[in-house]
């Protein structure tokens, strides 16, 4: 099974900075050249929402503050200016391989 | 609009079975890839299983041989049928699908609780 591992698993941003989130897979996820890695975010008490899909494409309405980007096995999310409604926590995915399978989360605070 | 709805949760014993549902509308559920995950209680997420291109699944180890994916097209209804569940198999369940992204979850259902202890 691809081992998804996200560091850190915790950060504390002040709003208006940025933050910046890992996600390290333990198999190349790129196939013909794309990779099934999605970023997700869930609030306490709500399903998880996609944030971006094949690395660092971003889902509708989605601001443009947040942006993917990574290669076959190293992933990054990063939020340029971090807003009180960011908090929560992030998930990576990866949809290339089966099991599909989730990072540990990261918590934003 | 595209929207999920889970139905089928509650406390069920170890041993026992039980159904999950998952609604959908706007969209058929035959035509797109359809997972299951669930959430343990204050735990991350867990792929559980998938459907895919027809009659196409794929489980979890730690649901395989115990749980099935299966559909209903006059219902546009995704199920998870789970059985001999365990204490370890109380979580939230969550149905999701790949509506207009490839690769990734872009709609997910509210998530319908199932509590396994007597």
């Known amino acids: ?109 | 609009e595209v929207q999920l709805v889970e139905s089928g949760g509650g406390l069920i014993q170890p041993g026992g079975s039980l159904r999950l549902s998952c609604a959908a509308s706007g969209f058929a559920v035959s035509r797109k890839y359809m997972i299951w995950a669930r959430q343990a209680p204050g735990e991350g997420l867990e792929w559980v299983s998938v459907l895919y291109s027809g009659d196409k699944t794929d489980y979890a180890d730690s649901v395989k041989g115990r749980f099935t994916v299966s559909r209903d097209d006059s219902e546009n209804t995704l199920f998870l049928q789970m059985n001999s569940l365990r204490p370890e198999d109380t979580a939230t369940y969550y149905c999701a699908t790949s509506y207009i992204t490839p690769g990734g979850f872009d709609y997910w259902g509210q998530g319908a609780l199932v509590t396994v202890s007597s």
């Open chain 1, 1 to 109: 099974d691809i081992v998804m591992t996200q560091t850190p698993l915790s950060s504390r941003v002040t709003p208006g900075q940025p933050a910046s989130i890992s996600c390290r897979s333990s198999q190349n996820l790129i196939y013909s050249g794309i990779a099934d890695l999605s970023w997700l975010h869930q609030r306490p008490g709500q399903p998880p929402r996609l944030l971006i899909y094949r690395i660092s494409d971003r889902f509708s309405g989605v601001p443009d503050r947040f942006s993917g980007s990574g290669t076959g096995t190293e992933f990054t999310l990063k939020i340029s200016r971090v807003e009180a409604e960011d908090a929560g926590v992030y998930y990576c995915m990866q949809a290339a391989h089966f099991p599909y399978t989730f990072g540990q989360g990261t918590k934003l605070e």
